[in-house]
Structure formats: structure tokens, C-alpha cells
């Protein structure tokens, strides 16, 4: 029995074709991907987001625990409101998960977790909390829907359905929520666009979901949110990355802080295993199409590689990946990629392929 | 699902249409489109190759997946839709007017094999259940 958020009959309203996401019912699209991508990158489309899970940690030693708990550095939230994006290593320095904490008081952390590995973080978390912070609370919010609403026209639409809010958020600055009325409303996401993930009560999320699309925020599917993420070079869980990998291999070094004094689990691991290979981007240059999987082969030595997100590009209109590749290559590179039968070749490039519908390759 | 009734049908979702002057036209149904989802790339086999029956001959990509497509007849391929290389989304549009290539048949009787509308459609209810 496949698991549904509240919005699932929204969705089957809208004629939406679902399906099986990691063991939950979710729309692919509503008809044409492509056009919802569009739409997000030149006007505002919105995603059901609720099979992600936010996680309420309350207590005195919130603070400290997350400390230890998340390789990225939580002493950087200092302004209530505040998000960090962080991966949760395990002892040997594996990807358990890679979430989003907001800082809202001293002693009330939020954590926002990919669904697929919900349940295994929380067993983690619980666990790590037994350890060191017994005091704390730790809440699944399985009682929240999770709405992102992204594209340059996102924030107006927003406005124009959620009374009052404008004034509430307009000055929020990115990776910064606040909670107005019975919404928490961040601006983050996960597409390279302006834009807000917005939790609400799962009861209202219908009628939300309804109110923005008579706005004109157009419903869409995972399926351009896959394609809009990987133009915008973020990582996804279980593909770019995984308890096997190192995050230091996987384009994500930029948040893990290993100049601090502070202790974090897996930091040893890190410390003692330097980085061999990178994640790095992939235009191709012949006709075909990149997916995960595909085996790369360098100048370097014959040293092989692997795309790890591969995919079209709607909107620089051609084939485009994130790669592991080893340390030796460079942007520039030409590289082979093994398509089927055939050796394509691919420039190697730095990513984001487009920020804020601009193209940057 | 309009399964047009000119047409002939393969299990693996191609459709076949013989022509006048001898020749087969093959594309994909417009069930497989509907799978595959927005098409983005299609590599279509060159003219004069010889195909044989079933063999791996074309495949279509599309913003999900790459889907392989098969041969439903031997034959040598007379003409391939080149307008496919810059809008292979024509095959969302039309998927019966999309046609991928032409072939020559080597047996005329590979083409008696072939699934006709009704029985293709039984395909499509037993594969969605």
C-alpha cells in the first residue's frame, strides 16, 4: 500500500499521472513536464512536498546536540528564522541524509528531512538523542503539508493568496522563515528560483493548493523537479549521494565545517580520508541523453568516472549531468561517456548549469 | 485509447502500417508516448541498414527514460524522419504521424504476425492489470 500525502486526491483531480516515489503515491506530472519546467523558470509552478518530513527537536540542549549531530556548523544560526542545508554523516562518513535546519528559538530546532530516509533518520536521531541529549523532544510532523511554490513570480502569488503575508515575508532574505498565522513559510528551495516551501496544517492544504493554482501558480510534478534541480546543480539523496559516499566526493564540502574546533559525527573519517574524486558537471557535446549510471572515462590515466544525475536540459535544450569524477579533471576537459553502444563526448564544466532562468554554462 | 484500425501492432509497442508501394512505416504507439512521457532525443536506424525481426533497431528518449525500440519486420530501410532529430516531441504531439523509419520487408509474411487494433488493445488491458 503505497503511502499518500494530503493532497493526493488534488492531484488525481488534476489528472495527474502518479507515480511510485520511493514507496509514495506522488504526481509525475500533469501532463507535460517540460511545461511545467517552463513555467517554474519564467512565472511560478508549485510541488507537493509533503512526503518530506519536517521534525520538531525541542529541549535546552537542542542546540548542542545538533552540534554533534549535523556535519555542517548549527553555531551559524544565530537570527531566529534562520535555515542551514546540512548532511547527517554516519561514524564512517556517509551521507545518512542531507536536511535543511531552521533555528526559531534556543531551545526549538526544526529539521527537514528527504522522505525515503524519514523513518531511518529518526530512528538515528533518536538514538544519538538517547546518547547525548536525553532531555530532548524529538516530533515527527507528520500533521504538516509541505507546498513549495518557486519562479520568479512565486513570492507575488503567494501574497495575493495567504492575507497579510506580504508584509510578513517580503524582507525574509534566503534560507530565512517565519511563521505567520498557521503557516511556516521559508524561502528555500529546490529549483535555482525565488520562491517559498510553505508547511501548513495538512487538513487546509487542499484548499491552498486550489487558491494558488486560481492565482495562476501552474501544479507540477517530480518529474520537473528533478530536471529543474539538476540545472540548478543541488544534489539529490540516493543518487548524488549516500551512506557510501563521501561528501567530500560529492560536491558537498561546502557544507560540511571542518575548520571548527567542534567535534561532529563522521568528522574523524573525513578528517582521515581526503578526497579523491569530485562532483563536477557534464555538458554533452553529441546528440543522446546522460542518466545516472552511465560510466566516464578521462584522459586522465584511462581513470573512470560516473555520472551520478544525468538528464535534458530543458532549458539550455541539451543533455546535461553531475559526474564523480577523479580529482585530475578539470572544467574544460573533454570526457567519453558511455552511452548504449556508443562513446559520447561531454565537456566537463562547473555547475549551476542556470540560476534564476539564466543559463551559466 | 483511439487505436487507429489501419495500423498493425507489435507487444512491444510499435506500429506498423503497410503502404501502397510495398514499404512498411513504423512508429511507436500512442500508448508508449504516454509512458515515456515528453520525448527529448530520438536515434533512428540509417538508410540501407537491414533490420531483422525483433532486433534493438531505434531508441527514444524522453524526459523519464530511453526506451529501445524494436524491429516488427526484417527489411532494409528506405527512409528514416529526419524531422525527428530536432522535434522528437512531434511523437507527443502524433504519435501515428510521427512515424520513425521506413522499411522494405524481407518476408512479406513477418507483416501476417503482427497484431491487428483489437487484439492489440487486449495487450493494453492485460498490462494494466
Same mark, same amino acid.
Given at each position: /500500500?503505497?503511502?499518500?500525502?494530503? +493532497?493526493?486526491?488534488?492531484?488525481?483531480?488534476?489528472?495527474?499521472?502518479?507515480?511510485?516515489?520511493?514507496?509514495?503515491?506522488?504526481?509525475?506530472?500533469?501532463?507535460?513536464?517540460?511545461?511545467?519546467?517552463?513555467?517554474?523558470?519564467?512565472?511560478?509552478?508549485?510541488?507537493?512536498?509533503?512526503? /518530506?518530513?519536517?521534525?520538531?527537536?525541542?529541549?535546552?540542549?537542542?542546540?548542542?546536540?545538533?552540534?554533534?549531530?549535523?556535519?555542517?556548523?548549527?553555531?551559524?544560526?544565530?537570527?531566529?528564522?534562520?535555515?542551514?542545508?546540512?548532511? /547527517?554523516?554516519?561514524?564512517?562518513?556517509?551521507?545518512?541524509?542531507?536536511?535543511?535546519?531552521?533555528?526559531?528559538?534556543?531551545?526549538?530546532?526544526?529539521?527537514?528531512?528527504?522522505?525515503?530516509?524519514?523513518?531511518?533518520?529518526?530512528?538515528? *536521531?533518536?538514538?544519538?538523542?538517547?546518547?547525548?541529549?536525553?532531555?530532548?523532544?524529538?516530533?515527527?510532523?507528520?500533521?504538516?503539508?509541505?507546498?513549495?511554490?518557486?519562479?520568479?513570480?512565486?513570492?507575488?502569488?503567494?501574497?495575493?493568496? *495567504?492575507?497579510?503575508?506580504?508584509?510578513?515575508?517580503?524582507?525574509?532574505?534566503?534560507?530565512?522563515?517565519?511563521?505567520?498565522?498557521?503557516?511556516?513559510?521559508?524561502?528555500?528551495?529546490?529549483?535555482?528560483?525565488?520562491?517559498?516551501?510553505?508547511? +501548513?496544517?495538512?487538513?487546509?492544504?487542499?484548499?491552498?493548493?486550489?487558491?494558488?493554482?486560481?492565482?495562476?501558480?501552474?501544479?507540477?510534478? +517530480?518529474?520537473?523537479?528533478?530536471?529543474?534541480?539538476?540545472?540548478?546543480? /543541488?544534489?539529490?539523496?540516493?543518487?548524488?549521494?549516500?551512506?557510501?559516499?563521501?561528501?567530500?566526493?560529492?560536491?558537498?564540502?561546502?557544507?560540511?565545517?571542518?575548520?571548527?574546533?567542534?567535534?561532529?559525527?563522521?568528522?574523524?573519517? +573525513?578528517?582521515?580520508?581526503?578526497?579523491?574524486?569530485?562532483?563536477?558537471?557534464?555538458?554533452?557535446?553529441?546528440?543522446?541523453?546522460?542518466?545516472?549510471?552511465?560510466?566516464?572515462?578521462?584522459?586522465?590515466?584511462?581513470?573512470?568516472?560516473? *555520472?551520478?544525475?544525468?538528464?535534458?536540459?530543458?532549458?539550455?535544450?541539451?543533455?546535461?549531468?553531475?559526474?564523480?569524477?577523479?580529482?585530475?579533471?578539470?572544467?574544460?576537459?573533454?570526457?567519453?561517456?558511455?552511452?548504449?553502444?556508443?562513446?559520447?563526448?561531454?565537456?566537463?564544466?562547473?555547475?549551476?548549469?542556470?540560476?534564476?532562468?539564466?543559463?551559466?554554462? | 485509447?483511439?487505436?487507429?484500425?489501419?495500423?498493425?501492432?507489435?507487444?512491444?509497442?510499435?506500429?506498423?502500417?503497410?503502404?501502397?508501394?510495398?514499404?512498411?512505416?513504423?512508429?511507436?504507439?500512442?500508448?508508449?508516448?504516454?509512458?515515456?512521457?515528453?520525448?527529448?532525443?530520438?536515434?533512428?536506424?540509417?538508410?540501407?541498414?537491414?533490420?531483422?525481426?525483433?532486433?534493438?533497431?531505434?531508441?527514444?528518449?524522453?524526459?523519464?527514460?530511453?526506451?529501445?525500440?524494436?524491429?516488427?519486420?526484417?527489411?532494409?530501410?528506405?527512409?528514416?524522419?529526419?524531422?525527428?532529430?530536432?522535434?522528437?516531441?512531434?511523437?507527443?504531439?502524433?504519435?501515428?504521424?510521427?512515424?520513425?523509419?521506413?522499411?522494405?520487408?524481407?518476408?512479406?509474411?513477418?507483416?501476417?504476425?503482427?497484431?491487428?487494433?483489437?487484439?492489440?488493445?487486449?495487450?493494453?488491458?492485460?498490462?494494466?492489470?
Amino acid at each position: /500500500m503505497l503511502k499518500t500525502t494530503p +493532497l493526493n486526491q488534488t492531484h488525481r483531480d488534476q489528472n495527474a499521472k502518479m507515480v511510485d516515489f520511493g514507496g509514495w503515491d506522488m504526481p509525475l506530472h500533469y501532463g507535460s513536464q517540460l511545461d511545467e519546467h517552463h513555467k517554474v523558470r519564467s512565472d511560478a509552478g508549485m510541488f507537493d512536498v509533503s512526503h /518530506m518530513l519536517a521534525v520538531d527537536i525541542k529541549g535546552d540542549s537542542a542546540r548542542p546536540f545538533l552540534r554533534q549531530l549535523l556535519a555542517n556548523n548549527v553555531d551559524k544560526l544565530t537570527q531566529s528564522g534562520k535555515a542551514l542545508y546540512s548532511c /547527517m554523516l554516519s561514524p564512517e562518513g556517509g551521507v545518512i541524509d542531507d536536511l535543511i535546519t531552521y533555528y526559531l528559538t534556543e531551545s526549538w530546532f526544526r529539521i527537514v528531512v528527504n522522505a525515503g530516509t524519514a523513518e531511518k533518520d529518526i530512528a538515528w *536521531i533518536q538514538a544519538r538523542r538517547d546518547d547525548l541529549a536525553p532531555d530532548l523532544e524529538i516530533t515527527p510532523r507528520r500533521d504538516l503539508a509541505m507546498i513549495a511554490v518557486q519562479g520568479p513570480n512565486a513570492r507575488a502569488k503567494v501574497w495575493q493568496v *495567504i492575507a497579510g503575508s506580504q508584509a510578513a515575508t517580503e524582507d525574509l532574505k534566503l534560507f530565512q522563515a517565519v511563521t505567520y498565522g498557521q503557516y511556516f513559510i521559508a524561502r528555500t528551495g529546490y529549483t535555482g528560483e525565488d520562491g517559498f516551501e510553505i508547511l +501548513l496544517p495538512a487538513a487546509d492544504a487542499p484548499s491552498f493548493w486550489n487558491a494558488l493554482c486560481d492565482a495562476g501558480v501552474a501544479p507540477a510534478g +517530480l518529474g520537473a523537479r528533478d530536471t529543474l534541480r539538476l540545472e540548478a546543480g /543541488m544534489n539529490l539523496y540516493g543518487q548524488d549521494m549516500d551512506e557510501t559516499t563521501n561528501p567530500l566526493e560529492s560536491g558537498l564540502a561546502w557544507t560540511v565545517d571542518l575548520k571548527s574546533e567542534r567535534d561532529f559525527i563522521g568528522k574523524q573519517t +573525513l578528517l582521515e580520508n581526503p578526497a579523491r574524486q569530485q562532483l563536477i558537471g557534464l555538458l554533452l557535446l553529441d546528440r543522446g541523453v546522460l542518466r545516472s549510471h552511465q560510466k566516464i572515462v578521462t584522459q586522465y590515466d584511462n581513470k573512470e568516472g560516473e *555520472i551520478t544525475s544525468g538528464g535534458f536540459s530543458p532549458t539550455l535544450n541539451l543533455s546535461i549531468a553531475l559526474a564523480r569524477l577523479p580529482s585530475e579533471v578539470s572544467p574544460g576537459d573533454e570526457v567519453q561517456v558511455v552511452v548504449r553502444d556508443k562513446m559520447l563526448r561531454a565537456k566537463v564544466v562547473k555547475y549551476p548549469f542556470v540560476r534564476n532562468g539564466k543559463s551559466l554554462v | 485509447m483511439d487505436i487507429p484500425t489501419n495500423l498493425k501492432y507489435t507487444k512491444s509497442h510499435e506500429w506498423v502500417r503497410l503502404e501502397d508501394d510495398g514499404t512498411a512505416t513504423i512508429g511507436i504507439t500512442q500508448h508508449a508516448q504516454e509512458l515515456l512521457g515528453d520525448m527529448v532525443f530520438a536515434e533512428i536506424p540509417p538508410v540501407g541498414r537491414n533490420l531483422k525481426q525483433g532486433e534493438e533497431c531505434a531508441v527514444v528518449e524522453s524526459v523519464k527514460a530511453a526506451a529501445d525500440v524494436y524491429a516488427p519486420i526484417s527489411g532494409e530501410v528506405t527512409a528514416v524522419n529526419t524531422e525527428l532529430e530536432s522535434a522528437p516531441e512531434k511523437i507527443n504531439q502524433d504519435a501515428y504521424a510521427a512515424w520513425l523509419f521506413k522499411v522494405k520487408p524481407t518476408n512479406t509474411s513477418d507483416l501476417s504476425g503482427l497484431m491487428d487494433a483489437g487484439s492489440y488493445q487486449k495487450v493494453l488491458e492485460s498490462e494494466a492489470h
